[in-house]
């Protein structure tokens, strides 16, 4: 234990510490621009507030002059009522409705439907630097898309360390201690047709409640280094279907010494669950030694944890049928 840290030391491979991430309005432009269709009009020395919620609104009320419902930093996004009642008030309200809603420190506004842009709205938009953008689509699908690609922007993060693939579909991440065999193993599951996602190091994020989306840094996309033969590219040497750049992390295999072997409950295969980011992650402990064969065994706990999911379980099956012999037995005598 660390003197200076009472708490005990992180298991191997465990996330040692949690990222809040922040997203930039022009980051969000560039990430959801395309899809979203978006124009910016105006306010473009405002590129770089900052965004600190995934919630996007709509100042309905806040036009009639209910500014407690607006919150700063977030975007807002003006429909056909927001924008038909602006049109239908006297010049001088107008203004006065749009300087209100600019005065409340938001990150940007988004006007739906190509609707036709006040010029006080642009002109406030430029005088406090607030990017108002234009989009043709409506108002609920521009919120539900930027609520969503808000979300992913800003979930937190942790990274751990090991080999994270799809297997049978299933996102896997192998952990075990430094020269257990963790790349070999990988790379001899990437021959069977498995695919990686990334090698030493995975980026979690905790994308909703109960899902850790793990993705591979961009500077180790397709890479993997194995002993012996140094740093592979993935992709080149087996072909496109060989690597994904992001799956959902479902199971974790941690390979165990064979001095280890007492540690393994023979019935159970999942020895515990590991909690991360606030997401408990089953994992399976698999003993190591000359002679096994890891790739099939790693195969085989996938498709046992497959059924586990679909509501199979083996060890209690195995258990139901001892207590049924017990009782069969019993009853002859």
């Known amino acids: 234990m660390d003197p200076l840290n009472p708490e005990p030391a992180a298991p191997a491979g465990d996330p040692a510490t949690v990222t809040q991430h922040q ?44 500014l407690n419902f607006v919150h700063p930093n977030r975007i807002q996004v003006l429909g056909c009522a ?21 005065a409340t420190e938001i990150a940007a506004v988004v006007v739906a439907n190509n609707e036709e842009v006040p010029e006080p709205m642009r002109a406030e938009a430029e005088r406090t630097n607030t990017p108002l953008f234009l989009s043709p689509e409506q108002s609920p699908f521009l919120m539900r898309v930027l609520a969503h690609v808000m979300t992913q922007a800003l979930a937190p993060s942790t990274a751990m360390h090991g080999v994270f693939l799809e297997v049978s579909g299933l996102g896997v991440l192998i952990t075990g201690d430094p020269a257990v065999g963790k790349s070999e193993l990988a790379l001899e599951l990437i021959t069977r047709g ?27 996309q397709d890479f993997m280094e194995v002993r012996g033969l140094g740093v592979l590219n993935i992709r080149r040497l087996f072909g496109e279907t060989a690597v994904k750049q992001k799956k959902n992390l479902k199971l974790i295999i941690h390979l165990t010494p064979a001095e280890k072997w007492d540690e393994v409950d023979r019935l159970v295969m999942h020895a515990r669950n590991r909690d991360i980011l606030g997401v ?54």
């Open 194 to 220: 498995h695919r990686l996602v990334a090698d030493d190091v995975l980026e979690l994020f905790a994308v909703s409640p109960d899902t850790l989306e793990g993705r591979c840094p961009t500077l180790l």
């Open 82 to 102: 927001e924008m038909d009642y602006l049109r239908g008030l006297p010049e001088a309200a107008m203004r006065q409705a749009i300087q209100n809603l600019y």
């Open 280 to 333: 408990e992650i089953p994992e399976v402990r698999i003993p190591v030694a000359v002679g096994r064969n890891l790739a099939v065994l790693v195969e085989v706990a996938v498709r046992n944890h497959i059924l586990k999911l679909r509501g199979f379980n083996p060890s209690l099956e195995f258990a139901d049928r001892q207590r049924a012999a017990i009782a069969a037995s019993e009853e002859e005598d």
């Open 23 to 66: 997203v930039t309005v022009g980051e969000l432009f560039r990430h959801a621009g395309d899809r979203l269709q978006l124009t910016w009009i105006a306010g473009h020395g405002g590129g770089g507030r900052l965004l600190t919620s995934d919630t996007i609104q709509k100042p309905t009320l806040a036009l009639i002059g209910h």
